[in-house]
């Protein structure tokens, strides 16, 4: 069982509220064992339930006990289940759950079904074979949701089984290797990825996921709602942003954990797998696997992974082809740390973009144009010659800022290579005063530094409609500052953040898509004889997107606002020569 200390004891909620912990079986456990299983139903009505007589059915238990791996069920205070792996040899071994029949119908077997196959791999397994009831179309729907095949099907029995990853296994083992920066790279130009059939100056990086395949994530205070990459798809289809003349719709591969690893803690990464299972380890809350802006959920690393797939994609599309521009709607992590998860961030695939794109010998301009301070990366790449990072951001934004208010009157790095720029800007910033700070700033370090890409995390948490922060920018303040930024270097990938809710984000990505390929758009409208192109499609400004004008601010606020901005544009250059 020392394999599997990571994993167990772990805990969790059923679907009544009930608290579920499951842990190895000790020898103490047997006599309570015995009495769950005597008020077992039913009884001997199928192969593998507990014999009807008390005698054989404690022989029967004690048989079990004979197996190889076995776990526990308590809920509350009572011995609720039990669940086992037995040996099979070759690898494979059969996988068996008990559940009283008071506790069915829980998510327990669901929760068993999902942790099993991550214990299996960490144990070594390659497959799990089980046998079902061809009856029990519960059990049956829980294992294949979990993985899970039918094999082959008899009178009165289902026979299923599943492969188990052995990646899982490796990372829950702690053997999964830690790639250098060539191992890395190499990683991810193995990930399987389509291309488009001809050279496209714009990728468009997407995978699709309906809401009904994610049930989870839609009560969920922060997910990540991977399937606004799909909603964006859409918006940005239906206002004919998509041509096929210049752009390219890319399907994004799933990444694997050795990617992640290249910049995340493994013991870290163990634990979000352990979430994705549904359960609960106590070394998660060190982790803030669960906390509630950074919840644990079903398939977490999933949708993570996802995210990541398609950032690593877009970045290694931009090395390997002609496209000068790729964007990623669906990440933007960029403030879950190596070690632990923050603010609806689990795998940074911002760090990782510029980790691969570093590796590949290219300089990389990073612009964090989200609201909250882009602290992480700049720790990350502080020492490494080939990225230059900067962050546009509202100064004391709360939870988790890097202080208060006052960060307003403070400025780190010195514009060096492998150095950092922070810009904080107060609170009500709008267009015309965000616009005066990215112009003194961006195109100067741009120019100076001579990036080969730009890199840059653009959540719309800046525009008024999202209530995650005071920054007030309008959605055509917000697209024409991110039009500026594909002259800032031959190439650039875009990557989306987390927003608000899944409909302000799709709509601000479309604008953001529009912005990005209007000169492309407008050459090909020119060659037809049609007007260029609006800024802001009209089908996407309703509701919260009223208006391209900027918002006014009360003369007071504008005044000191002003005051404060250029006062932060005169400390920076006063401070940073390559300002200057």
Known sequence: MGESNLIFPCKFRDRYGRNVEIRPYREGDFDQLLDMYDCFEPKAEAQGLPPAEKVVRDNWVKGILQGDWHVIVWVDDKLAGQAAFFDMGGGRAEWGIFIHQDYQAAGIGTVLSSLGRVWGSALGLTAAWLVVDTCNERAISVFRKSGYRIKGRMDMEVDMDSALNAEHGQLIRGELAIPDSASFAAIVDELPLSRPA????????????????????????????????????????????????????????VAN??????????????????????VTTYAMSERRIGAPDAPGFVDVHKHALRSLGATLSAARLLVETPARVA???????????????????????????????????????????????????????????????????????????????????RFFGDGRPGGHVDVPLPANTNDELYRLAFESVAPVLAGRFRPDIVVAQISADTIAADNTSKMCLTCGGYSEI????????????????????????????????????RDYFNSISRENGGPPVRMCPPDLLSGAFISEETIPLSPEIFSRNCDCVKD?????????????
């Open 257 to 278: 954990f050795a990617s992640a690893a290249a910049w995340h803690d493994r013991r870290y990464l163990a634990n979000l797998l352990l979430a994705g299972a549904g």
């Open 198 to 253: 001809e050279s496209k100056p714009c990728l468009f990086i997407n995978f699709d996921f309906e809401r009904r395949q994610a049930p989870n994530l839609l009560d969920c205070a922060c997910p990540i709602v991977t399937y606004r990459s799909s909603l964006t798809k859409n918006n940005c289809q239906k206002s004919g942003l998509l041509d096929e003349s210049f752009a390219a719709v890319i399907e994004a591969p």
């Open 482 to 517: 991110l039009a500026m930024i594909p002259s800032l270097a031959p190439k650039a990938l875009f990557i989306g953040g987390n927003a608000g809710s899944p409909d302000i984000i799709a709509r601000s990505y479309a604008l953001a898509w529009s912005a990005l390929t």
């Open 327 to 409: 964007f990623n709607p669906c990440g933007g992590q960029h403030e879950a740390a190596p070690d632990r998860a923050f603010r609806q961030c689990y795998i940074n695939d911002s760090a990782l973009a510029v980790q691969y794109l570093t590796a590949k010998g290219l300089r990389v301009l990073y612009l964090d144009l989200d609201a909250h301070h882009g602290e992480i990366l700049q720790k990350s790449f502080e020492n490494n010659p080939n990225a230059l990072t900067c962050s546009f951001y509202e100064a004391g934004i709360p939870p988790g800022a890097t202080g208060s208010a006052s960060d307003i009157e």
């Open 568 to 580: 932060v544009l005169y400390s920076l250059r006063k401070s940073n020569p390559m300002l200057r």
